[in-house]
């Protein structure tokens, strides 16, 4: 992580985030983006952490999260890059949760790996729900297969409609639909499902 914090401007005057976005997607210079991580990288390190509960894996994290970037961000427009990073640690860790469970046949390997943390995320984020992954993975299977692929498109891929309408093939009117309905019955399905 220490080679991030080498990158900066060779000027010193003040340039605004959005100009620094624009210029890394101009350019693809690597110290831009690095100098646009860099003032994040300890809040994405704490996202990761609350996540996955190991210090050497919220690192890794940290540098998966930056080299993710090396190409999200020439394909997407961000207007706020903190509440943006936020988002895309959080499903980066949720991705990494669901694949060690794949891993090892659905059995818990921590139990408090496996909490989502309610407090930190939105409220009508269905993929941040009080419970347990395990709770969220049957309710998915319990979707429409158009809301669960929009939902995982939009919530762990970070796709906009326009991508999953192209993804797809649905139609693109219909994809903030299933997202929508997808959304509530999730919820719906999250909080009835006993003591989660």
Same mark, same amino acid.
């Given at each position: 992580m220490k080679f991030l914090k080498l990158f900066h401007f060779k000027d010193?005057?003040? #340039?605004?985030?959005?100009?620094?976005?624009a210029a890394y997607r101009r350019s693809g210079d690597v110290a831009v983006l690095g100098a646009l991580y860099a003032p994040y990288m300890d809040m994405v390190f704490g996202v990761s952490f609350q996540y996955l509960r190991n210090e050497e894996d919220s690192k890794?994290? #940290?540098?998966q999260i930056f080299e993710k970037l090396i190409i999200d961000?020439?394909? *997407?427009? #961000?207007?706020?890059?903190k509440s943006w990073l936020h988002s895309v640690a959080?499903? *980066?860790?949720?991705m990494k949760l669901r694949s060690a469970r794949t891993l090892a046949g659905f059995e818990v390997i921590e139990d408090v790996e496996h909490e989502l943390h309610l407090a930190t995320q939105p409220e009508d984020n269905p993929l941040h729900l009080d419970g347990r992954l395990d709770a969220l993975d049957e309710c998915m299977q319990k979707l429409t297969y158009e809301q669960r692929v929009?939902?995982?498109?939009?919530?762990?891929q970070d796709k906009c409609y326009r991508d999953i309408a192209g993804a797809t093939g649905f139609d693109m009117s219909k994809v903030k639909s299933y997202?929508?309905?997808?959304?509530?019955?999730l919820k719906i399905c999250v909080e009835g499902h006993g003591s989660y």
């Open positions: 010193h005057k003040p #340039v605004s985030e959005a100009d620094q976005l890794d994290a #940290v540098m961000l020439k394909q *997407h427009e #961000v207007s706020n890059l959080r499903n *980066h860790c949720l929009s939902i995982e498109l939009f919530y762990m997202i929508q309905n997808g959304k509530r019955n």
